[in-house]
């Protein structure tokens, strides 16, 4: 039931655990470039120069870009020290 919730479908729905976990991933991952979109636009008013969104997209590199992987990105530490110092990795 919590994997159905995770994946935002009825708890009853006639979908595997397979299907509820790529589910759940891949909404989650929209959520993350609809936050990493918003987050990049309201810095790029202020940057000067552009910086696009998968910057700010925890799960995305671009080494992993070609193949379509994901990676685990940064954790919460090492996120909230570049924010507080404004060293972003930039590549």
Known sequence: ????????????????????????????????WHTAQLAAGVVNLFAKRYIPPREFHPFYTSANAASGKKSSGLSVKEFNEAIRTGSWRFQ
Do not use: K, N
């Open 1 to 32: 039931m919590t994997m159905a919730a995770y994946a935002g479908v009825p708890p009853r729905c006639q979908l595997t655990f397979r299907e509820l976990v790529i589910t759940a991933r891949e909404r989650m991952d929209e959520s993350w």
